[in-house]
């Protein structure tokens, strides 16, 4: 990227669950704003892994010109659909406070990689769901929701459960990948019903009603663990292609780029996330919703 802002950081708590604190670290750029608002989320398996872990592409984005908010959420034992529960929170509740961050309500974007690319979809696809809104903002707060204006996914797990059988039938093979994928999974998820309901692939190809923000897959190659093929998907297609070709035909935009393995901590992954969001954001002016 050619523009390079100025930023600091600041770790805020947004959400407490009893003695439990969420916190969250925003990449502040230096200036009046307002800038496009970024909600960015960290990859695990749904078990494990921490906001900290956002770092490289924060700070790209940051320098970019956008404010971004990487979350810490719930997740592993705490089980489906907690951390959905948090992000949908997040959202709503940076949203009610986009004046004092120097961003608006109508420029927030999404993005996550490997399974927080899944939650980023999953919460922008289905941002009114009864169980992902449980938690209202403080009394007083301004009326916002959880809709967001684009979605980028860095080589997102976007179906658990054929990633979790996948992982399952390369463990029997003896592949050096899986580790303890399985059971982080398991932890989250808890069984197939689940798996099934919070899917992003089986909701389009079950025709459900969903939002379908612009969107964004990079994906790495070669990528055994977030680039395969379901046997039981309906169509020849690795996972990346799959979604990509229902997304579309559902009538959402969306871009497929692939780099190098190599290079996916390096700018050739993470300038065109942020081009991504600057394009897609530069005409939040134009709907006329304000903070």
């Known amino acids: 990227m050619t523009k390079t802002c100025e930023f600091i950081t600041e770790d805020i708590e947004y959400l407490r669950h009893g003695e439990r604190a969420l916190k969250l670290r925003l990449y502040k750029p230096q200036g009046a704003g307002p800038f496009p608002l970024v909600v960015d989320l960290h990859g695990g398996a749904w078990g494990k892994g921490s906001f900290e872990e956002c770092a490289g592409r924060d700070e790209v984005l940051a320098r970019a010109g956008l404010l971004v908010a990487a979350l810490d959420f719930r997740d592993g034992k705490d089980g489906y659909p907690t951390a959905l529960v948090d992000i949908n929170y997040a959202i709503r509740w940076l949203k009610s406070r986009a004046t004092q961050l120097h961003t608006r309500a109508d420029r927030v974007g999404i993005c996550g990689q490997s399974s927080g690319g899944h ?16 938690i209202a903002l403080p009394a007083g707060s301004p009326a916002v929701d959880a809709t967001v204006r684009s979605v980028a996914m860095a080589w997102p797990v976007i179906n658990p459960l054929s990633r979790y059988r996948n992982a399952l039938r390369e463990r029997a093979k003896g592949t050096a990948w899986v580790g303890d994928i399985p059971e982080r999974q398991s932890a989250f998820w808890k069984n197939d019903e689940n798996m099934i309901e919070g899917n992003p692939v089986l909701m389009l190809e079950r025709g459900e009603k969903v939002s379908l923000p612009p969107a964004l897959w990079l994906q790495g190659r070669p990528d055994p663990v977030h680039d395969y093929r379901d046997p039981e998907s309906p169509v020849a297609l690795n996972e990346p292609e799959r979604f990509t070709a229902i997304y579309r035909k559902a009538g959402g935009a969306i871009d497929l780029l692939y780099v190098d393995q190599a290079a996916r901590t390096t700018a050739a992954a993470r300038d065109p996330i942020a081009a991504f969001f600057l394009r897609e954001m530069a005409v939040a002016h134009e709907v006329g919703a304000t903070a």
């Open 119 to 134: 939650l980023a979809m999953l919460a922008a696809m289905l941002p009114h769901n009864p169980r992902y809104t449980a």
